[in-house]
T-cell receptor, first 116, second 111 residues
Framework: GAVVSQHPSRVICKSGTSVKIECRSL??????MFWYRQFPKQSLMLMAT?????????EQGVEKDKFLINHASLTLSTLTVTSAHPEDSSFYIC????????????FGPGTRLLVL | EDQVTQSPEALRLQEGESSSLNCSYT??????LFWYRQDPGKGPEFLFT???AGEEKEKERLKATLTKKESFLHITAPKPEDSATYLC????????????FGSGTRLQVQP
């Protein structure tokens, strides 16, 4: 149980284009989902907290107009990187917290984004 | 502000050589301490949640323990497939549900 999927697993795009990443909780409902970014050999950096049916809460320094988050249902959150630039190239990982009250977060497999 | 410090940064063991990884934390009211395993190019895989000092949990060759200031992940007789980065994270009682992660310990087990 507690499986989280992400799609796509890998994406290459041209500078200036937008990329959408999906995060789904497959066997549980998630009121809250989180989006992280990870650079090589570094730990996870929280970008934003996504709550179903409400606006996301962004961490300091994360541009909300650049990283659009939508959490339209209890099993789906999306992250759209708008007008992507090479510096946005990174490993993006989502996590989901079970709505039943358990504190544990389960992570997706990650999405590798390369902006040319 | 919650803080998590993991040590050592990297650890190389021979197969069968037991050891422990350390996670020191400061948090305003601990709601949970979490251990994850991360393989290169993949998302973190959940291992354990610990909620209160004195609690211990085991899974195969791994055992996690918790005190009021730190947690240990003990690895008994490790195998090469245990090679990964082990991440520790905490959640405090401030109402913020996000986890605060340590920088991880990169474990390499040589045959």
């Amino acid at each position: 149980g507690a499986v989280v999927s992400q799609h796509p697993s890998r994406v290459i795009c041209k500078s200036g284009t937008s990329v959408k990443i999906e995060c789904r909780s497959l066997d549980f409902q998630a009121t809250t989902m989180f989006w992280y970014r990870q650079f090589p050999k570094q730990s996870l950096m929280l970008m934003a907290t996504s709550n179903e049916g409400s606006k996301a809460t962004y961490e300091q320094g994360v541009e909300k107009d650049k990283f659009l988050i939508n959490h339209a249902s209890l099993t789906l959150s999306t992250l759209t990187v708008t007008s992507a630039h090479p510096e946005d190239s990174s490993f993006y990982i989502c996590s989901a917290q079970d709505s039943s009250g358990q504190e544990t977060q389960y992570f997706g497999p990650g999405t590798r984004l390369l902006v040319l | 502000e919650d803080q998590v410090t993991q040590s050592p940064e990297a650890l190389r063991l021979q197969e069968g050589e037991s050891s422990s990884l350390n996670c020191s934390y400061t948090v305003s009211g601990l709601r949970g301490l979490f251990w994850y395993r991360q393989d290169p190019g993949k998302g973190p895989e959940f291992l354990f949640t610990l909620y209160s000092a004195g609690e211990e949990k085991e899974k195969e060759r791994l055992k996690a323990t918790l005190t009021k200031k730190e947690s240990f992940l003990h690895i008994t007789a490790p195998k090469p497939e245990d090679s990964a980065t082990y991440l520790c994270a905490v959640q405090g009682d401030t109402g913020r549900r996000a986890l605060t992660f340590g920088s991880g310990t990169r474990l390499q087990v040589q045959p």
